[in-house]
């Protein structure tokens, strides 16, 4: 993804620059083009984030499908231990097919679909605890929910029913998150949420302000309709792209947290004003 660059400055101007941007939770979208940062820049990349009031970063994935960015013993594991040495605690994603999106429509096999796709998050899991050195505080599932592939109030029972049987079968606490299509009411979209919830995960909405799928008004109905439970994820960037085409944006500022009772994340650091090292070299595709 292409993203603009930030002008140097010493920490405290990037403190006040970034007011706009704080929260105590932030998102790491792991790209192979990552691994060309020193252990230095790491260092100092972590730091600023701490100094930014960040407490907690969700790793989005550790598993692109065949990528696993160097396994135990790689750039990412490095990075990570580097990160909590810093003071970040860790919300671990685990595997993400690429496949995902062009499966999914597939309703005939959805149910066999996600089933498979959770085995394998649980044996992510197991994998991270064997042999990565890190201490996470929670767990990630990176298949992002939305109500254009899961419109059917059937495949979302389902969907909700196999989510429930993971929650015990993963070691908590489990996040996820959901973004807004427009495509069922804001009521029910939030009841649905409220579902997932109860069958025992974090859940995180997108606030959408970046993607643009949606009016404002019409966003701002799903944020409303959402009970306290649910958190939201502001997003910090603004999409350049058509809708149709591979994904491209640019950073941009979120809207303003909310004096309100949600949970609050923004999404991500690579767009972070302190963040400067990751948009550095050739973008490319997600695990790339």
């Not at 013993?73 to 919300?91: F, H, M, N, P, T």
């Not at 044996?123 to 929910?145: D, H, M, N």
């Not at 109860?198 to 966003?219: F, H, I, K, T, Y």
Request: a negative charge; charged letters at 20%; hydrophobic letters at 35%.
């Amino acid at each position: 993804m292409p993203v603009g660059t930030v002008a140097a400055a010493d920490d405290s101007l990037l403190t006040r620059a970034a007011e706009a941007y704080r929260s105590e939770t932030l998102f790491y979208q792991p790209q192979n083009r990552d691994a060309s940062l020193s252990g230095q820049q790491w260092q100092t990349l972590w730091r600023r984030t701490r100094e930014n009031g960040v407490d907690t970063l969700i790793v989005q994935w550790t598993q692109y499908g065949e990528e696993t960015f160097g396994g135990a013993d790689g750039w990412l594991s490095s990075a990570l231990v580097d990160a909590e040495r810093q003071g970040l605690e860790l919300i671990i994603g685990l595997y993400q097919d690429p496949e995902y999106y062009e499966t999914l429509p597939d309703n005939a096999r959805f149910r066999h679909y996600w089933y498979q796709q959770l085995a394998k998050a649980h044996a992510r899991q197991q994998q991270i605890q064997r042999q990565w050195p890190l201490t996470p505080v929670g767990w990630y599932l990176p298949e992002e929910l939305d109500d254009w592939l899961f419109r059917e109030p059937g495949v979302r029972q389902e969907l909700t029913r196999q989510l429930a049987s993971a929650s015990q079968q993963l070691t908590g606490p489990l996040h996820l998150s959901m973004f807004s299509g427009g495509f069922v009411t804001p009521g029910v979209y939030a009841a649905w949420a409220e579902d997932i919830a109860e069958s025992g995960w974090q859940v995180w909405w997108q606030d959408g302000e970046g993607a643009r799928n949606l009016d404002p008004p019409m966003r701002q109905a799903y944020r409303d309709a959402l009970s306290c439970r649910i958190g939201v994820v502001r997003e910090a960037f603004a999409r350049t792209s058509a809708t149709e085409s591979d994904f491209q944006a640019m950073p941009a500022r979120p809207r303003q947290r909310g004096n309100d009772c949600h949970p609050d994340a923004v999404f991500s650091l690579r767009y972070m004003p302190w963040a400067e090292a990751l948009r550095q070299g050739p973008p490319g595709a997600l695990a790339q």
